[in-house]
């Protein structure tokens, strides 16, 4: 958000608790809302260019929090003519003959037995965006920390692989954020 407004756009933060968004700003609307429950996305996302979404679930949290949410956003994108969504999930999600390391085989298993709700959540969101009329990018990161921003940027491969498995006009660029030793793979969809 700080990141956004430093850049000079206009920015709605949304939020259950307004008292979570610390940040002051003449450009910054806070909207009071539930994106699970679907309460007020409308009113968050109406007149936007583009949603970013950076949901996570907690220890309390419904296991289809980003599948519900996510139905929520796209579906107040579509009532309000929004075309540009970027959404955060972690990078146990995984492509079609995606190429992946031993040690990223390791990891997943390991989700996929400890996380198993909060992978098959993200996993759900994900197909979601993807057969939505959005113009969407999933940004799959593995692990994000409330560290400084740095600038710094790591990434992997420019494409997947397999590239019969991309649909056509679509690429699934491999990108990395901006937290220190966290690469991230955003998965993009370009009409």
């Not at 003449?26 to 979404?53: F, I, K, M, P, Q």
């Not at 397999?162 to 966290?182: F, H």
Request: proline share 5%; aromatic share 4%.
């Amino acid at each position: 958000m700080a990141q956004a407004l430093d850049r000079g756009h206009e920015v709605t933060g949304f939020a259950r608790d307004p008292a979570d968004i610390t940040h002051e700003d003449d450009r910054l609307t806070v909207v009071t809302g539930d994106a699970y429950g679907g309460t007020n996305v409308g009113e968050a996302v109406a007149g936007a260019d583009a949603v970013v979404s950076v949901l996570g679930q907690g220890k309390e949290s419904p296991d289809d929090l980003l599948t519900a949410a996510g139905d929520h956003i796209l579906e107040a994108m579509a009532d309000a003519g929004v075309e540009r969504f970027i959404t955060l999930v972690g990078d146990g999600v995984r492509e079609p003959g995606e190429s992946v390391s031993f040690g990223g085989r390791v990891m997943g298993g390991l989700l996929k037995l400890v996380a198993t709700e909060v992978l098959a959540d993200a996993e759900s969101h994900v197909d979601h965006v993807k057969a939505s009329d959005t113009d969407w990018t999933v940004v799959r990161a593995p692990r994000l920390t409330d560290g400084a921003y740095t600038g710094n940027i790591d990434h992997g491969p420019t494409s997947n692989s397999d590239s019969e498995t991309q649909p056509p006009g679509r690429t699934w660029p491999r990108l990395c954020s901006t937290a220190p030793r966290a690469t991230t793979t955003c998965t993009n969809s370009r009409r």
